[in-house]
């Protein structure tokens, strides 16, 4: 099909697994699995013209299918944590599985077999904007506790300097909806270690803290004179020692600008590389992560993935929004379409 190829990745629980490869015109390349969506590899080139790899994974299907750290994947029904795996909606309280916390008793990315652990339907296409991979999946009602059957999609377009990613999704009953893309970025290449290096501005004058176990307190605090701003492009292991976390970033930050309309989130710098990354996105949040929990891991090409070896910019609704009324409805009801999209922009400084 041109600029989009297919091959086989493997299985999985009896589905085959493919793996397909958008190629762009002006020198990107990505290639995503229909497993879980996992975008597994992003070149891009560099101020002299050289394309690396920039996001964290694997070169086969297996370490996918075991336990890792969401490298690549599509996150859902709902990313990020729910307090105590529970909430209530029209006056009917939910019990969904418990994944995370120091005793599990809280819910993390969907659960314990998330949208990041299925295989969705797929279909290539070339578009204007340039090849495209339609992705879709059919949660059913009570899926990891989740009301109501889900149909989700997610479009990934590759164009000339920027890859896109939409997402939408319908129900039959309501339900609450929070799809995320969760990969891993290293401007620097996905096997050169630290990114604590890297330069990063966001577009967020506030943020929401979190106790211990990284649930929100309900608080939307401004991130003046913290070591969450920002606001001005700073490298990420500045204030890294002086946030709650004494040596890392996990925490959701409060996007300016209007939700629902397509804007900055975050501008992420490699100076040695020279590669730039805009995010834009709808949604009213990003969470960064700089990966400061990771373990050593075996990546691709041989390389090992330690702590702050990649970047997450997820663009998303705030954690545990469905028991927070303060924050954005989460809310999708029969008749409604839920919309994310987002965006990221590569180009290089000199």
Known sequence: MGRITREDFGEHQGRAVSRFTLRGDGGLMARITDYGGI???????????????????????APYLGRHPFFGALVGRYA???AHARF?????????AANQGPAFVHHLHGGTAGFDKRVWDAEAAETADGPA?????????????????????????LGADFLDLAFTATTDQPTVVNLVNHTYWNLAGHGSGSVLGHRLRLNADAYTPADAADIPTGEIAPVAGTPYDFRQEKTIGRDAAKTAKQ??????????????????????TDPGSGRTMEVLTTAPGVQVYSAF?????????GAHYGPSAGLCLETQHFPDSPNRPQFPSTVLRPGETYSHRLLWRFSHRD
């Open 133 to 157: 991979l339609r992705l879709r999946y059919v949660s059913p009602d009570g899926e990891e506790g989740y009301p109501g059957t889900l149909t989700a999609e997610a479009v990934y377009t």
């Open 39 to 61: 975008l597994t590899e992003m070149h891009v080139p560099d101020r002299r013209g050289e394309t690396g790899d920039v996001v964290l994974g694997f070169d086969t299907l």
């Open 88 to 96: 209530t909606l029209d006056g009917r309280a939910y019990e969904l």
């Open 247 to 268: 040596g890392g970033y996990d925490n959701n930050f409060v996007l300016n600008g209007k939700a629902g309309e397509l804007r900055e989130a975050a501008v992420l």
């Open 293 to 301: 929990k990771l373990g050593d891991l075996a990546g691709k090409g």
């Open 80 to 82: 990020n944590r729910i």
